[in-house]
């Protein structure tokens, strides 16, 4: 979408150009506190109703409280929409209300804009009083015009102030009307949302937040001289809209599991505040543990005493909770483990999104601790993947890691609303009498699966250990024994191998040139890319792993279509050319190095590190750059 | 009290009238060192058992890593013997989820006192119903003589060989001194009378009872308690009648103190005073709030949970 | 104390009663309910094809494993495996039929004593009655693990005397609230029902003898006699089997006790006695024996040895000390009935 550039000059003459985009970005920053993730939640929120794809995204200044009109301060939410679901945040944005110049600058300085990008900004700063402010507005322009941005002034503390005394506090409300208009979107909607965003406020509240919307609306009407109209689609059926994290909250509440122990961490957090909210009506414990250890322990003390229970964390607290994974494999206790990932190593950037700990997840645990790892792509599994998650906790006796990334735990998009079954719960641990004879780890030699033992069934005492045991769970380190029970704990991997399937093709199942291998919150720009390269005539495809331990079956196979094939992840990767890095010494994404182990293909990989979840766009110039043949 | 937190079904099949004899507690035949103060740890914790007809099923002994934590595989009983110095978390989770089982925690200095020592100080003051052994023997047995937290200073060890640097830990000052301690006892092993009554009245509070064993290391600290074997002058044990009274002892152990376990402040000075080796009951208070009690809830059946979770998914309809 | 609560007919009371026991009920309903859920999740994994159990997989991993998983691999690696007789499945069914009807409602928590009946044998009544939810469960065991001979096993699916009960099962024993005339108030049989937790409270209108409890007082037995409901809060949560006596108002000739087993090691500290009636003096001779009997054995059981100093060094003289706890009961008393100023 080209847009044409006015400059930041005055709008004399209207002349109306009504832009119908299949797709596009919308950004509102401000100083934090101003209100401008309300504004984009409303916003997104009528759009979904409209029957546009949504995906939301917070912007969040790293200090709690930064000082404002401040570049690195800027606050806000990015909604992306699209006449189709969105499944991911998208590329650069297009349009964008800012409160003041120096949040647009800090979203300018990190390359968010796109080129084109329209621009609403607020014009108090140019005139303020104090001559600091005029001249940091100056230097922002000077700076800004060096990009074909379209820049309007809008009057927005001079507008506000006919309504309310302090602007500061409405200003966000005076934003939703310009989008409000220059979207189209139902005026009456949004002042059904706008009133049930504050139903727990004062009614005056509303009615002046209504008086503000109306204003920006017909402000927007007056001045404004490009409108977008982005279709919508038939709703398939009733949708729900929320972040990955509260999904993963509310699927743990669906697949019955009742106890959750943890430790804060960001961005796996918010998963707790959900269940600290809710969790207790259903009859379920949010365990705040002293550290990361303990709520492992917790975790497993009470997995191992009944039901399955789970914990959350992000990496660092999954580097603590490893020796307790051992001992959960070893003991064959069912525990689910669900690792929102940040960026590494050590406390790295604990916002933003990576896949770096693939490998620690898998191969992590100090010993030979097999156990399954498995990765939700889009926010609707998030919620889905924890009922499956536990039901294969219980059933292989081990541990499932689940790694969901701050791209999910952030991300707000509607999805089909579930339709819920009570058989996604656990049952009650059983407290049957065992039989005489039976024993602990009665491992069956064929699959290594055993029955577990629960405290309270009378004839089932023994005493389970993490030191090398027997069926009896007697310690044993004759040799025997040991290869027999390191077999058996592995064995029960490659029997759940066995039932799964092999992952589909996004593009032509037949083969061709290039497959894109991917696996996480990555999907949604992937199969974007993939798709736009393919309407360029590029002959590529892409598959998305869902299980990374074990890995689906079919995989060398599907590789052998592809003339190559190659990753696309959120980790490191040495790039072959740089100083020093051969192809021999070369470090690969870490998908990578797990799919060339198993499968003997030379698989390649293209992974980035940028603080972000990947732009579609970026995705797309990858492909072109390492088409066999190509460029690269 | 019995909450059943789960079914009523398991009730019925239960043979009521089994009727349980100090033998139906033992599993295999202990391994520890001979004169290994932790056989009589054992045999008290099964004696209690049958004195408190407590069933094998629903018993749970939970430990760490060390000699010490070896116990659960000698009790015929449920048993976790998971990781060094994590019994605790572990026995949190048991008795959190399933708050009807009898849960013990049996740890050694280095596990509970050193490793452990965050969950220590905070299973302190969860004060879940359960009964805290630590077994302190003042070295790490397991690992073959490494100084411990506990070790008294100068004493030569593997790691330490001129000498340990740094004064001993008290662990009971050091529970004594925690937000919502609830019993604080201290025994010796080599007064099985005393460690019985200790047990026994560990097992009857209701909360959180820490119980410091002293425990005879003959392999590696034989001359550690050897005169306090050989003197029950050195012993001065802890009296008063709500406290613990081991019936029979009065006569060799004459040296003894009132102490109302109901008194913090004195507890904590008797405690910090290591002129005397004390044994009894330092500190008791079952009004303190108990974590599985706090956190108690209603439990739903999978039909109420989904119904609630529609009402949930309410809030987030487009 | 002028009471409030005279106005309550027995209705009232027995709703105040039941409400006062609904942590007992609650456990009762809860423990039941989700029997039922585990008969209900059993029988449907265990019966059926094989296809049926891939669908029944397919269930229980959720959507998520949709195009992901072969669910008929699934079902026959790793789901449950033993299949269940159409006889096991009948009996299973049958129980879950009976506990269903006893996981919600109060009915059968709730006894009314005809004018004429026999307290006891209503009380039994009622307990066998609710026996069939413990007999049901025995059946379900027999039956899950293929040991139910119907000849023999049968009876459980009928009633259960309550002298049957195990003592897990007295320890979930379901609280009763008894409706009783003043006429036919004789509790003194109702001691072998005292055992596991059960909780009975007898509501009983008018007057009555003026101890009518003072007999089922042992140790280990929660034992109230009050015409205030808050009161019965003690007997809900208390870990020992507990038996009260509601008055409809408060009347001088009616002791109001309780006796609590944690409360200490003697009578005379387990019992705290808001209310003593007055003696008659000797040769009035208007009272029958029976009141006086067991007024005194009241009285002797909460009499504090005199003059005896407790096992305390320094400690003060054993009166005060007891006077607090009934100081307490006596402010939260009066906080209840809310009198506005005392003595208005
Ligand atoms: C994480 C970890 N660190 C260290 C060890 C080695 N280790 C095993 S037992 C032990 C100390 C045992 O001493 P203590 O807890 O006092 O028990 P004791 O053997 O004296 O009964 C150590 C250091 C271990 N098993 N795990
Ligand atoms: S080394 Fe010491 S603590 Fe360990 S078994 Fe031997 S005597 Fe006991
Ligand atoms: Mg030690």
């Known amino acids: 979408m080209k847009l044409e550039t006015a400059g930041a000059s005055a709008l004399a003459e209207k002349e109306m150009s009504v832009h119908t985009v299949s797709d596009i970005s919308v950004e509102v920053v401000s100083d934090s506190g101003e209100g401008a993730q309300k504004c984009g939640t409303i916003f997104g929120s009528v759009s979904a109703k409209m029957g546009n794809g949504v995906w939301t995204v917070e912007i969040i200044p790293a200090e709690v409280e930064p000082p404002p009109r401040n570049p690195a301060g800027a606050s806000g939410i990015r909604i992306r929409l699209g006449d189709k679901e969105v499944t991911n945040w998208g590329d650069e944005t297009n349009v964008i209300v800012a409160f003041n110049e120096q949040a647009l600058l800090g979203r300018h300085d990190l390359n968010a804009l796109a080129d084109d990008a329209v621009i609403l900004l607020e014009n108090m700063w140019a005139t303020h009083p104090d001559p600091a402010v005029r001249k940091e507005w100056e230097d922002a322009m000077e700076r800004l015009s060096h990009r074909s941005y379209r820049i309007i002034e809008v009057p927005m503390e001079e507008q506000c102030l006919t309504v309310v005394d302090n602007a500061r506090k409405g200003k966000n409300m005076f934003a939703l009307g310009l989008l409000t208009w220059l979207f189209d979107r139902d005026l009456e909607r949004t002042k059904e949302q706008i009133a049930f965003a504050f139903r727990t406020k004062k009614p005056i509240i509303t009615e002046n937040n209504i008086k503000l919307l109306e204003l920006g609306y017909s402000w927007a009407e007056e001045n404004l001289d490009v409108r977008y109209v982005v279709p919508g689609m038939e709703a398939a059926g009733p949708m729900v809209v929320m972040n990955g994290n509260e999904a993963i909250a509310l699927g743990a509440v669906a697949a019955g599991l009742d106890l959750a122990a943890m430790y804060p961490i960001t961005p796996a957090t918010s998963v707790s505040h959900k269940l600290g909210e809710i969790f207790e009506k259903y009859g379920g414990v949010l365990h705040q543990a002293e550290d990361e250890i303990a709520a492992a322990g917790v975790a497993i003390g009470a997995s191992y005493a009944g039901k399955c229970t789970f914990t959350i964390t992000s990496g660092p607290g999954m580097a603590l909770k490893t020796e307790f994974l051992g001992l959960a494999v070893m003991t064959e206790i069912p525990l689910v483990l669900v690792n929102v990932q940040r960026g590494g190593p050590s406390t790295g950037l604990p916002t933003k999104v990576e896949q770096s700990d693939l490998l620690a997840a898998t191969y992590g645990q100090p010993g030979d601790a097999p156990h399954v790892v498995m990765a939700p792509a889009t926010i609707g599994e998030c919620f889905d993947i924890m009922t499956t998650a536990r039901r294969i906790a219980e059933a292989l006796r081990t541990v499932v890691i689940v790694l969901s990334d701050a791209n999910l735990a952030t991300g707000v998009a509607p999805f089909p609303r579930p339709e819920l079954s009570p058989e996604w719960q656990a049952g009650p641990p059983d407290q049957r009498p065992i039989p005489a004879g039976a024993k602990p780890y009665d491992w069956d030699p064929e699959t290594g699966l055993s029955r577990r033992f629960i405290p309270g069934q009378a004839g089932g005492e023994h005493t389970l250990t993490g030191l090398a045991h027997d069926e009896r769970s007697k310690v044993a380190y004759d040799s025997d024994t040991v290869q027999r029970s390191m077999t058996m704990r592995s064995r029960k991997l490659a029997v759940f191998q066995s039932t799964l399937l092999p992952p589909e093709i996004n593009g032509d199942p037949e083969g061709g040139d290039l497959l894109i291998v991917g696996w996480g919150s990555t999907k949604g720009a992937i199969e974007e890319a993939v798709g736009r390269a393919r309407k360029e005539g590029l002959s590529v495809s892409s598959t998305h792993l869902t299980f990374l331990s074990p890995l689906q079956p079919g995989l060398k196979e599907i590789f052998g279509r592809f003339e190559k094939v190659m990753t696309v992840e959120i980790n490191y990767s040495d790039i072959v050319g740089d100083p020093y890095i051969t192809p021999e010494n070369r470090r690969y994404g870490q998908l990578a190095m797990m799919l060339r182990a198993q499968t003997l293909v030379d698989v390649d990989c293209w992974t980035r590190v940028l603080g972000e979840p990947l732009r579609p766009g970026k995705i797309l110039q990858a492909i072109r750059q390492h088409m066999p043949g190509g460029e690269a | 009290m019995i909450m059943p937190s789960c079914s009523l079904l398991h009730l019925a099949d239960e043979d009521d009238d089994r009727v349980f004899e100090m033998g139906d507690y033992e599993g295999p035949i202990a391994r520890w060192c001979s004169g290994c103060g932790d056989h009589s740890v054992l045999t008290a914790a099964q004696r209690l058992m049958a004195d408190k007809q407590l069933k094998p099923e629903t018993t749970v002994f939970v430990s760490g890593i060390g000699c010490s934590s070896r116990f659960p595989h000698y009790m015929n009983t449920y048993g976790f013997h998971g990781i060094h110095g994590r019994a605790l978390p572990v026995a949190t989770g048991v008795k959190l989820s399933r708050p009807e089982l009898d849960v013990f925690a049996v740890m050694g200095d280095g596990d509970c006192v050193s490793i452990g020592a965050g969950h220590w100080i905070h299973a302190t003051r969860y004060n879940l119903d359960m009964v805290a052994l630590l077994l302190d023997n003042n070295i790490y047995g397991l690992t073959k003589k490494q100084t411990s937290p506990t070790t008294p200073r100068g004493y030569k060890s593997n790691t330490q060989p001129r000498g340990s640097y740094l004064l001993p830990m008290n662990p009971l000052e050091a529970t004594l001194g925690v937000t919502n301690a609830s019993f604080v006892a201290q025994t010796a092993e080599w007064i099985p009378a005393h460690l019985f009554a200790t047990l026994k009245a560990a097992y009857e509070h209701r909360g959180f009872a820490f119980v410091r064993v002293l425990q005879r290391c003959p392999h590696f600290m034989p001359d550690l308690f050897t005169d306090a074997v050989k003197t029950p002058d050195m012993i001065e044990i802890l009296d008063h009648p709500e406290g613990i009274r081991a019936a029979g002892i009065e006569k060799i152990y004459k040296n003894t103190t009132r102490h109302d376990p109901a008194d913090l402040n004195r507890a904590r000075e008797l405690a910090e005073d290591m002129s005397a080796i004390r044994l009894g009951l330092f500190f008791r208070d079952e009004s303190r709030p108990r974590y599985e009690e706090t956190r108690a809830l209603q439990k739903r059946t999978a039909r109420e949970k989904m119904d609630l979770l529609n009402e949930d998914f309410d809030r987030y309809a487009v | ?344």
């Open chain 3, 1 to 344: 104390m002028p009471s409030e609560n005279s106005g309550l007919d027995s209705g009232d009371l027995t709703v105040a009663a039941l409400k006062a026991l609904t942590p007992r009920v609650e456990a009762f309903h809860s423990a039941v309910a989700t029997a039922v859920e585990e008969i209900r999740t059993f029988v449907t994994s265990r019966r059926g094809a094989s296809e049926y159990r891939a669908e029944q997989a397919i269930m229980e991993l959720g959507p998520f494993a949709v195009g992901r998983l072969n669910a008929e691999k699934f079902a026959f690696l790793l789901g449950s495996g033993e299949r269940l007789s159409t006889e096991a499945e009948g009996v299973l069914e049958r129980a879950e039929e009976i506990l269903d009807g006893f996981s919600m409602g109060e009915e059968f928590h709730h006894v009314v004593v005809g004018p004429g009946e026999d307290l006891r044998d209503a009380v039994k009544d009622a307990l066998d009655h609710v026996g069939q939810v413990f007999g049901a469960s025995r059946a379900v065991e027999l039956a899950r693990d293929g040991r139910f001979e119907p000849d023999e096993h049968n009876v459980f699916l009928s009633s259960l005397a309550f002298r049957k009960w195990n003592r897990s099962e007295r320890q979930l024993a379901p609280p009763l609230v008894v409706e009783v005339g003043n006429e036919d108030l004789l509790p003194a049989g109702l001691g072998e029902f005292l055992d596991g937790l059960v909780k009975i409270i007898l509501v009983v209108k008018g007057p009555t003898t003026p101890a009518p409890l003072a007999r089922l007082i042992t140790p280990g037995t929660y034992v109230v006699q009050t015409a205030d409901v808050a009161e019965l809060s003690g007997l809900a949560s208390s870990p020992h089997p507990g038996v009260a006596l509601l008055f409809d108002e408060e009347r001088d000739e009616q002791a109001r006790f309780v006796h609590d087993p944690d409360a200490g090691a003697t009578p005379s500290q387990r019992i705290t006695v808001t209310h003593m009636p007055e003696k008659p003096s000797v040769g009035h001779g208007r009272r029958t024996p029976v009141w006086l009997e067991e007024l005194e054995h009241l009285e002797a059981l909460a009499k504090k040895p005199a003059g005896v100093a407790l096992d305390v060094e320094g400690a003060v003289p054993s009166a005060p000390v007891e006077e607090v706890p009934a100081d307490r009961l006596a402010a939260l008393l009066l906080a209840q009935v809310d009198l506005g100023t005392p003595g208005a």
